[in-house]
């Protein structure tokens, strides 16, 4: 059980390191020499840059503390140094202890266990397999948080809901718990905890179902939530997670016809670019600028994005390594003037034997891939449902849904992406799609029978 194994981690974990945890707002002890938290990591000794007292009683601050305390390790050098992650991860799991009489830490503790230990031995690189784990303890906090903020309460109205974050909340849990679930049903079938951890995820999944903000989602598999449907709930509802080719054609998204009607430029420019120092530039330009991803894949260069623009301003170097990629992007308005942030595109290459974890992407915005370089056995699951790629053919897909990629086979994958403004969202009528009206009109929940 998950509490069994977060007492079991108790167990390691010496008591005064808790106390001094909790009772942070104590003075400092004499300094009688002893560094009783090891010294590579700040966040409980309260060194700097770490504040004396580090903790309040608002879980989104702290949150944002310990994210950024825990991501200040992992893009860095020291990351590196097993002995110094080894401290990382053991702070965190001090804290996750500590939860139990301080929730208002279980959400910052849950959310930097997903996001940074979904991997086995993800430092190394090596294991494919999740950190059961240390997941099973993000499961329990995550939990906790949602009970500390009432977000379990039949009475809460909707925008305290949304105002305390539990939208966000309960969506963390649930892809958790069904990806933990799946991962024990196929190592440990018939296991007790697998029966115990599948028990609990469906007692979550139930109880979100019939909570009153979801609910009127008509919500039939945890896969069916996305986070594009918090603002466009009645358009959303229609077209589900992948839209072409699944639900329509190409030539419904602008978008997804543009790119194929541009595929031998988008491939030509992407081969020319490879071949520089033998694809040491875009090795180089990913690293210049690596995007903030945390733990994608167990390896740092499992998924190497190099984007020719972001958030509406283009990479200069990109631009003139690819100069007439760049030249037909500038004509989408979807991507170069939406408003709503976390748009853009780039060149993404996906390792042999890559896996990404399942994550949900920025809302309100949507996704196309268009297939550039595909070996056989690749795929991507996208809100339960699996979509293969094909040369020269565009996906678009709603990547607030949660989606997992892999690559099984012996040679890289190669796509562009596009993350554009959502057809759907009003406030950027001058930028979407002449079709919006038609794409956006409300229809009712769409069958999961394709």
Known sequence: QVWFLAAAMAGRIRQWALTALVAAQAPPAPDDGAE????????LQGAAPWPQVPFSEDDLDNQERISAWVHRYYYSQERYNPAIWKEVEED????AVAADSMPSLSLGVALSLYSFFWWADGTEGNSADIDVPHQLVAMKLFRKSIAAQQCDSQVLDDNMFVYRQC???WRYLMMIATEVSRELARKRPGAALTAQVIKEADEYFQTL????????????TPYDTSFNEDFFPQGMARWGPIWVPNRMPAEKVGVAKFMEEHYPVFKEELLGLL???NGGVFSRLFWENQNAETQFGPRDDDWMPVYMVRGGKFHDEMCRRVPRTCELLRTRPEITECSSGGTGSGFIHLRPGARLKPHYGNAPRMSAHLALVIPPATKMTVGGETVHWEEGKAIVFDDTYVHIVTNDGSQPRFIMNMWFCHPCDGSNNRVTQENAAELCQPQARRSRAL
């Open 167 to 169: 939208n966000v909340r």
């Open 275 to 277: 071949q520089v120092e």
């Open 209 to 220: 179902r019939h909570l009153p903000y979801f609910k009127p989602h008509e919500l039939l």
């Open 36 to 43: 009783p938290f090891g010294g590579a990591s700040h966040l």
């Open 92 to 95: 965190l799991e001090r804290l």
